[in-house]
């Protein structure tokens, strides 16, 4: 099972950047699909970003488009999260996830693996 550690989260104030850096254990990192999620107290998981395995491909969700980028390292195992503009509605725990599925996906069910998150918090 492939591990992740994600790292880069902090405090910022709205308008600031943060990037967000999700390691990942194993050989297969290449042959997956890598996605970001977000959680805020009392919300349900949300997906913010997913890249394709060559990283050829992206994803995003509208309320990030624009702001965010994904991208992924596949020769360092890494896949990163670029945040710029933050609002304070950005704040919450960001987690990396793996899915094996061979289409980028944007539902948390069909990724395998999450790490153990990261937290945001912009301040106003």
């Known amino acids: 099972q492939v591990q992740l550690v994600e790292s880069g989260g902090g405090l910022v104030q709205a308008g600031g950047s943060l990037r967000l850096s999700c390691a990942a254990s194993?050989?297969?990192?290449?042959?997956?699909?890598m996605g970001w999620f977000r959680q805020a107290p009392g919300k349900e998981r949300e997906f913010v970003a997913a890249?394709?395995?060559?990283?050829?491909?992206?994803v995003y969700a509208d309320s990030v488009k624009g702001r965010f980028t994904i991208s992924r390292d596949n020769a360092k195992n890494t896949v990163y999260l670029q945040m710029n503009s933050l609002k304070p509605e950005d704040t919450a725990a960001y987690y990396c996830?793996?899915?094996?599925?061979?289409?980028?996906?944007?539902?948390?069910?069909?990724?395998?693996?999450w790490g153990q998150g990261t937290q945001v918090t912009v301040s106003s």
């Open positions: 996830a793996v899915s094996t599925r061979v289409s980028i996906r944007t539902t948390p069910s069909l990724y395998e693996s």
């Open positions: 194993g050989r297969t990192f290449s042959r997956n699909v």
């Open positions: 890249i394709s395995r060559s990283g050829d491909s992206t």
